[in-house]
């Protein structure tokens, strides 16, 4: 009831958030200007900007397109303003950005102990957020789990993206294209398995929708593929897959109004979607579900999310979390090496399948952690996660 209660909320409040210019405008838009842009070119701007020549001056649509541009990495600030238009009644709009530097990167660092296995996290992302000064941005990014004591829990992932936030020049389609390659295996300590060797090619094509929700609707062809897996199931059975399914579709829907994807503080980012995997006798499926909201509170900032960190539109993010966690995060004071950052920590609930007999295995755990914009460095997380099971 929980998870359809959040999908519902997340089918209508683009509705419920979306408003409409008022009918007391009268001013009309003589003309949309871009400033402070030198690398970036202004149609890509104003592909963010839901509003054109001669419409009628919509101060709600205005915010919304600040909060669009904010929240990409490629500018420093952003500030939309009016200025005279040449006759009474019209208006220029003026939106002044400050570029950021278009080669960033993104390290994660964390030592989590679950279930009984001890392991390292660690992952590092390049990304070039402007090419052609057209915000098209491609990212190669690697990851890896190491074991440290305990059951066996190791993974090596690398992954090559390219994403046109604008494609063919819409203002609302996108596109993305990707490789990812993973060799990775894992065992628990109450029996359950699992072997997955994957070179995976994909394409994503979406539309945007409202003010800020999505649909996207994606392939992905497996060239390689070997996975086994062993786990035990509700009855108290033990079932083996042998998994051979070379295509994958997915559909997605969400929405993030968020005003910044790693240091958020209002808005809230959703989204919700089935995979369908073909190829096989018994097909299967997967539910994709994401939520997060957060609160200005107690002089920093209050977050429930659902499945994870946000991953909205054509970014991702790294993170290790649980299912269900409630987070609390204090903002740092900058300095010379630290633009912004803060400290966080998170409690959080997981289902981490069954033991022997089907009973459930589920888990309590505790993240603590700080993630920093530094200026040499890029983005820096750092964390410890800790759980507990039903037996320890």
Request: aromatic share 12%; hydrophobic share 40%.
């Amino acid at each position: 009831m929980a998870v359809a209660a959040v999908v519902l909320f997340g089918l209508l409040a683009p509705f419920v958030s979306s408003a409409q210019p008022s009918d007391e405008s009268r001013i009309e838009i003589e003309d949309l200007q871009c400033r402070g842009n030198v690398a970036t070119s202004c149609d890509f701007i104003l592909g963010y900007v839901y509003l054109d020549r001669g419409d009628p001056l919509d101060e709600t649509e205005i915010r919304n397109a600040q909060l669009r541009l904010a929240t990409l990495r490629m500018f420093k600030s952003v500030n939309i303003y009016l200025e005279k238009g040449t006759a009474r009644g019209k208006a220029l709009v003026i939106i002044e950005v400050v570029e950021a530097h278009p080669l960033v990167t993104e390290w994660l660092a964390g030592a989590s102990y679950r279930l009984g296995a001890f392991r390292s996290v660690t992952a590092g992302r390049l990304t070039h957020q402007n090419l052609f000064g057209t915000g098209k941005f491609a990212d190669l990014s690697v990851s890896t789990v190491q074991p440290l004591h305990g059951p066996h829990q190791e993974s090596y992932v690398a992954a090559l993206r390219y994403a046109d936030p604008h494609l063919f020049g819409s203002r609302r389609y996108f596109g993305i294209a990707s490789a990812r390659y993973v060799d990775a295996e894992a065992t628990t300590r109450h029996g359950n398995f699992g072997e997955n060797t994957m070179l995976r090619f994909g394409v994503m094509l979406g539309r945007r929708l409202w003010d800020f929700s999505y649909l996207s609707i994606g392939y992905g062809y497996r060239a390689r593929l070997e996975q086994f897996s062993g786990a035990w199931q509700s009855d108290g059975t033990f079932e083996l897959n042998d998994d051979r399914n070379r295509h994958a579709f997915d559909l997605l829907y969400g929405w993030n109004s968020e005003d910044d994807i790693y240091f958020p503080t209002q808005g809230s980012s959703f989204y919700s979607g089935f995979g369908w995997n073909t190829g096989s006798d018994d097909p299967s499926s997967e539910l994709h579900l994401q939520f997060r909201k957060t609160w200005p509170a107690l002089g920093g900032y209050l977050s429930l999310k659902i499945g994870g960190d946000a991953r909205p539109e054509y970014r991702e993010t790294f993170e290790e979390g649980q299912l269900f966690t409630v987070s609390y995060a204090r903002p740092l004071a900058p300095g010379d090496f630290v633009r912004r950052g803060r400290w966080y920590v998170d409690v959080g609930l997981s289902d981490a399948g069954y033991e022997e007999g089907g009973r459930a295995v589920s888990e309590l755990g505790l993240k603590v952690g700080m993630r920093l914009e530094t200026s040499s460095l890029g983005l820096i997380d750092l964390y410890i996660l800790a759980t507990k099971g039903p037996d320890r």
